[in-house]
């Protein structure tokens, strides 16, 4: 847990080229929005005694010069808030999340004995790929499966692992993560970045209904971990439901980053260790990361 993530000396195009940006609608909304509000900012500055003369017929005296002043500020702070908005779900979408990907990939200790790894949510690969590249670092003969709920992306889930040089290391498939299609105490490592949260969200993302759906998953994702197993989850939101799960579920070594704006969020980083036997530690949660 004490390592340090080495920085990243890839090129960003070469990143961008293989795993392009998630929610790029998103983006692209807030970006023109944010350029309307602009033009309407400019617009503001440049007419403003026209606009202050507008305001008059609405107002008297020396309210519609301020009517027309904090409106003309509302709009350019508008424009401000939508830009900040569209950089930082850019910049979790990519250079955040491949950052985190090695975070969580450095809260293993060991991964020289790790023989099968699970991505739960994998999406485009980023935290899959981090996993694989590490195996093939290690010189290992382990291999990490990819799940996701859409057979669409895991084909293209298995592209980008190519592109990336380690296909023969991962493997995917499409599965339902609330019921995993696999057997209890198969994985050595399972890991989930920024998914969790979207178990559910039909119902509403602060409904009882989602929290069960979401805390079936972190059972689900104990319940395939081997006994000595590492678990480590990047989410949003929720994180203190799954710290609760997993204090029920006598997990030991529980452990929780400091939080990182993701997503127009609070994000955290939540690293667990399955028990090799049922001896009950004190359920001490330990914050002792920097991110």
């Given at each position: 847990?004490?390592?340090?993530?080495?920085?990243?000396?890839?090129?960003?195009?070469?990143?961008?080229?293989?795993?392009?940006?998630?929610?790029?609608?998103?983006?692209v909304?807030?970006?023109?929005?944010?350029?309307?509000?602009?033009?309407?900012?400019?617009?503001?500055l440049?007419?403003?005694?026209?606009?202050?003369?507008?305001?008059?017929?609405?107002?008297?005296?020396?309210?519609?010069?301020?009517?027309?002043?904090?409106?003309?500020?509302?709009?350019?702070?508008?424009?401000?808030?939508?830009?900040?908005?569209?950089?930082?779900?850019?910049?979790?979408?990519?250079?955040?999340?491949?950052?985190?990907?090695?975070?969580?990939?450095?809260?293993?200790?060991?991964?020289?004995?790790?023989?099968?790894?699970?991505?739960?949510?994998?999406?485009?690969?980023?935290?899959?790929?981090?996993?694989?590249?590490?195996?093939?670092?290690?010189?290992?003969?382990?291999?990490?499966?990819?799940?996701?709920r859409?057979?669409?992306?895991?084909l293209?889930?298995?592209?980008?692992?190519?592109?990336?040089?380690?296909?023969?290391y991962?493997?995917?498939?499409?599965?339902?993560?609330?019921?995993?299609?696999?057997?209890?105490?198969?994985?050595?490592?399972?890991?989930?970045?920024?998914?969790?949260?979207?178990?559910?969200?039909?119902?509403?993302?602060?409904?009882?209904?989602?929290?069960?759906?979401?805390?079936?998953?972190?059972?689900?994702?104990?319940?395939?971990?081997?006994?000595?197993?590492?678990?480590?989850?990047?989410?949003?939101?929720?994180?203190?439901?799954?710290?609760?799960?997993?204090?029920?579920?006598?997990?030991?070594?529980?452990?929780?980053?400091?939080?990182?704006?993701?997503?127009?969020?609070s994000?955290?980083?939540?690293?667990?260790?399955?028990?090799?036997?049922?001896?009950?530690?004190?359920?001490?949660v330990?914050?002792?990361?920097?991110?």
């Amino acid at each position: 847990m004490g390592k340090t993530m080495a920085t990243s000396s890839r090129d960003w195009n070469q990143i961008y080229a293989i795993y392009g940006v998630d929610q790029w609608q998103t983006i692209v909304f807030l970006l023109l929005h944010a350029l309307f509000f602009t033009a309407l900012s400019i617009f503001y500055l440049s007419y403003f005694e026209s606009i202050c003369s507008f305001f008059e017929l609405l107002f008297s005296g020396g309210s519609a010069r301020f009517a027309a002043g904090f409106t003309g500020c509302v709009t350019a702070i508008s424009a401000f808030c939508l830009f900040f908005a569209a950089a930082n779900i850019f910049y979790s979408s990519l250079p955040l999340h491949y950052e985190m990907a090695l975070r969580m990939v450095n809260a293993v200790s060991d991964w020289s004995t790790v023989k099968h790894a699970l991505d739960l949510g994998c999406g485009r690969g980023i935290l899959l790929n981090a996993v694989a590249t590490q195996l093939k670092k290690e010189g290992s003969s382990g291999r990490v499966v990819g799940l996701d709920r859409s057979k669409r992306t895991t084909l293209a889930t298995l592209r980008t692992a190519k592109m990336e040089g380690v296909g023969e290391y991962v493997t995917c498939r499409e599965g339902d993560v609330r019921r995993l299609p696999f057997g209890d105490n198969y994985f050595d490592v399972v890991v989930s970045g920024v998914f969790v949260h979207t178990v559910g969200k039909e119902h509403g993302a602060r409904t009882a209904e989602a929290a069960a759906e979401r805390i079936r998953v972190v059972g689900e994702l104990v319940r395939v971990l081997k006994p000595g197993g590492t678990g480590v989850v990047w989410d949003l939101l929720h994180v203190p439901e799954y710290v609760r799960r997993l204090q029920e579920l006598k997990m030991e070594d529980i452990r929780v980053s400091e939080g990182v704006t993701a997503f127009m969020v609070s994000s955290h980083i939540v690293s667990f260790t399955k028990p090799r036997h049922h001896f009950v530690g004190s359920g001490e949660v330990r914050l002792d990361w920097r991110c």
